[in-house]
């Protein structure tokens, strides 16, 4: 671990949030090998030290041996399982945070049943253990692709300003299962009155990111690191939304702690909103110092690559404002702390 993500860590533990609230308590996280479950692990493992909470971190995960790698030093109960299959786990649980999801894009294209399930089933399985254990708080992580493609004219988009998918298309898969969980998560809530937030996240990197992660934003790095052009597959006419790591993981514990419950909040950084193609730029000009190009080079299909539809929205974080959420890590600054972790890593 690199001295950003220290400082990225301590930083969490040091926002005033209840804290005191979860002493004693036991807290479980799933997909605690992806990049937002294992910076939570992380984080409750540095709050716990700071706050002395005596708190119980349970990870679930598809790989132990993994989970062991990622999650390094840090004090926790692992639990490997399909997260398709029910959870059983004989203690108390009073806080869960459900991170469980497939984020390769190639991989929601080529397997869309198996994305759907593990959503799906996986949500299911959690909310059940969520109302059997009779939690203080769940948060359940939900993306900014349930938005589909929204109404161009609109100057934000709100948690209510849905669009439109194309159900016809497997990558909907992803979109369209994340709806269909915030969905039983309400459902959940209204039945069975299961304390459920749902964060809608921007797209999240910075200090935390693996080397071998393969989306967009860090390919753009790994071109600026190289000192090879930056090549678009797209023509980067598509709106971005972003988040630093350590901004989005304090909104996920605010909502954790001071949410409200059934309701859900935009995690986004609105200053960080443009283009693909303008990232690409910026990226580029500022931290390979112009030393790179943008190059474009279109495949005949995009389907191959599993991206996104294109889409012109900027998400609104008016509602995590109102909680008191400030991001204040910008994109340029979010490449530089990726890239100085990274290098640490390396």
């Known amino acids: ?8 860590l301590e930083s969490i533990a040091a926002y005033p949030l209840p804290w005191h609230e979860m002493r004693n308590s036991t807290v479980l996280i799933t997909g605690a090998t992806g990049l937002i479950g294992s910076l939570l692990v992380k984080a409750f493992h540095t709050a716990n030290k700071r706050h002395q909470l005596d708190l119980k971190i349970v990870a679930v995960v598809r790989n132990v041996e993994k989970a062991k790698a990622v999650l390094h030093g840090c004090d926790v109960q692992l639990i490997e399982q399909d997260i398709r299959k029910p959870i059983f786990y004989g203690d108390d649980v009073h806080y869960i945070i459900h991170c ?26 959690i909310l059940k253990l969520a109302r059997d254990k009779r939690v203080r708080s769940l948060v359940y992580l939900s993306s900014m692709e349930v938005y589909g493609i929204t109404d161009p004219g609109l100057e934000k988009v709100s948690e209510d300003q849905l669009g439109y998918l194309d159900l016809k298309n497997p990558r909907s898969c992803y979109a369209e299962g994340k709806r269909l969980c915030e ?9 069975y009155g299961v304390p459920v937030k749902i964060a809608r996240l921007a797209q999240v990197f910075g200090a935390g ?18 000192g090879q052009d930056i090549v678009l597959h797209t023509d980067g006419s598509s709106s971005g939304n972003y988040c630093y790591t350590a901004d989005a993981i304090k909104g996920i514990l605010l909502l954790l702690l001071k949410g409200e419950n059934g309701e859900t909040y935009n995690i986004s950084n609105e200053e960080t909103n443009m283009t ?6 910026l990226v580029a000009e500022k931290i390979a110092e112009g030393k790179v190009s943008v190059v474009t080079d279109i495949p005949e299909s995009e389907l191959m690559y599993g991206y996104a539809p294109k889409v012109r929205m900027k998400l609104s974080a008016d509602k995590m404002r109102k909680l008191g959420w400030n991001p204040t890590v910008g994109l340029e600054q979010m490449y530089q702390k990726m890239i100085e972790e990274l290098t640490y890593d390396k």
Do not use: W
């Open 1 to 8: 671990m690199g001295r950003v993500l220290q400082e990225d």
């Open 100 to 125: 469980a999801a497939v984020t390769k894009s190639k991989e929601m294209v080529t397997y869309p049943v198996e994305n759907i399930e593990i959503s799906v089933h996986g949500t299911e399985n």
């Open 183 to 191: 969905c039983l998560c309400n459902c959940y809530h209204a039945e």
């Open 209 to 226: 990111v693996s080397r071998e992660e393969s989306r967009v934003f860090a390919q753009f790095a790994k071109s600026a690191m190289a």
């Open 276 to 281: 693909i193609r303008e990232m690409a730029e």
